[in-house]
């Protein structure tokens, strides 16, 4: 998100993006750890490091796409399919952790769940003068 707002200020400061690509890159190492290779039986990158063969991820791709988008000179024309890879990887991760049954879980031992079944506008509906004190 953050290489996302520099990139729509056009990227005044290039120390700050090289620092936050670095990071996104450090962060798409680490996620091989839990996300590994896809391995379809063709032999495909064989000759790579172990960690490095077969196909990347789903998962990691998304992020190493919005790695090489953040990483041209020409990348906020490309801000629309960053979002998309951002949103399909935030999707995927929520399909993967599956937060929806956590809470169910926690609820069976807990006879608690930590958020409550509200839209926003279910909030304000609910209890509006709670607001006045945060504005």
Not at 28 to 41: A, L, T
Not at 52 to 68: I, K, Q, S, T
Not at 69 to 88: F, M, P, S, T
Not at 99 to 116: G, H, Q, S
């Amino acid at each position: 998100m953050r290489l996302k707002q520099e990139c729509k200020l056009g990227f005044p400061n290039q120390d700050l993006r090289n620092e936050l690509l670095a990071n996104l890159s450090a962060k798409i190492e680490m996620g091989r750890f839990y996300f590994p290779n896809v391995d379809k039986g063709d032999r495909f990158g064989k000759e790579k490091p172990f960690a490095y063969r077969n196909y990347r991820n789903l998962m990691l791709d998304f992020l190493v796409y919005a790695y090489n988008i953040y990483n041209r000179a020409d990348a906020v024309r490309y801000l629309k399919h960053a979002e998309i890879l951002q949103k399909e990887f935030t999707s995927l991760l929520f399909e993967t952790f599956n937060p929806t049954d956590f809470l169910k879980e926690t609820k069976k031992a807990t006879d608690r769940t930590f958020v409550k079944e509200l839209r926003f506008e279910d909030f304000l509906n609910e209890n509006p003068e709670t607001l006045k004190d945060y504005i």
